[in-house]
């Protein structure tokens, strides 16, 4: 039997790249262990140009590769999944595991499109695994073996943190950690603003800000101290940060913050249905 030594990644888009490209950093996976599926001319090249060999079909990409490849990655819209697994289900082997970074799809449906007892293993990774600083979510079925699940985790640490859940938690998941980047990136917008409407240049507001968030995240992991912890070191009584504070709790933004992630996971709950 052929050594399984490669990974078929479904859909070359910046996810699905940033995995490989997080994988082939380190030394123990090649580029030439990693192939793709994708469609657009675009992203064909440049999949190419970066010594990624790329295939324009499922049935192409494993017509040689089939008995090699141990896992499956679908790295594809939500909308695109069901016509991918139909297209999959004709060509994989069962004992292939089946990767999902899908937002909203569910094991029992993916199940449900492929063969009886396939390896599945479903992801929430956030937009930071572009650059290696993800937190990637792992969920799998009973058919995944130990060594399968051990694969799993090894893929996505490559591209960040890892931690394993029940299924059950992904809505709210999706909504703290798959959301959770815009969040900030929302703070950090009017944090810009408001330094510009008080007298600031944009440029000047922005580095602050942008300089602020970094050193804060930066400090909150290589101290031994919580968020709140931090929060009151630099909050003096009557001091400036105390005002701001006052008015934040005054306008309810613990639970502004509350409902918000609220509203996520039971759009994600009506997502996955």
């Known amino acids: 039997m052929a050594k399984k030594n490669k990974l078929l990644i479904i859909g070359g888009g910046n996810m699905g790249y940033a995995i490989a490209n997080g994988m082939s950093s380190h030394k123990n996976v090649k580029k030439s262990e990693i192939i793709f599926t994708e469609s657009k001319p675009?992203?064909?090249r440049f999949l190419t140009?970066?010594?990624?060999?790329?295939?324009s079909n499922i049935e192409a990409a494993l017509k040689n590769n089939k008995q090699k490849t141990y896992a499956v990655l679908l790295a594809v819209k939500p909308n695109d999944i069901r016509e991918v697994l139909k297209e999959l289900k004709s060509h994989i082997l069962?004992?292939?595991?089946i990767i999902s970074i899908a937002a909203g799809i569910k094991i029992k449906k993916l199940s449900a499109c492929l063969p009886a007892n396939q390896p599945i293993?479903?992801?929430?990774?956030?937009?930071?695994?572009?650059?290696?600083k993800g937190m990637s979510v792992i969920t799998f079925n009973k058919n995944v073996s130990k060594s399968q699940k051990s694969t799993v985790i090894k893929i996505f640490k490559s591209v960040g943190k890892t931690t394993i859940l029940p299924e059950a938690n992904f809505d709210l998941v999706t909504a703290i950690s798959g959301s959770g980047p815009a969040y900030f990136c929302y703070l950090i917008e009017l944090l810009i603003?408001?330094?510009?409407?008080?007298?600031?240049?944009k440029k000047i507001s922005e580095e602050l800000v942008l300089e602020t968030a970094l050193g804060t995240i930066y400090l909150l992991n290589?101290?031994?101290l919580s968020p709140e912890a931090l929060r009151a070191t630099v909050t003096s009584p009557n001091g400036t940060t105390e005002?701001?504070?006052k008015v934040f709790q005054k306008r309810n933004w613990n639970n502004i913050i509350y409902e918000g992630v609220k509203a996520a996971k039971n759009r994600a709950a009506q997502l996955s249905k």
Do not use: H, V, W
């Open 193 to 201: 603003k408001s330094g510009e409407k008080l007298g600031l240049n």
């Open 222 to 224: 290589n101290c031994a």
């Open 121 to 132: 293993a479903r992801i929430m990774p956030n937009t930071p695994c572009q650059i290696g």
């Open 49 to 55: 140009k970066n010594d990624y060999k790329t295939f």
């Open 243 to 245: 005002a701001a504070l």
């Open 42 to 44: 675009e992203r064909i």
């Open 94 to 97: 069962r004992d292939t595991i």
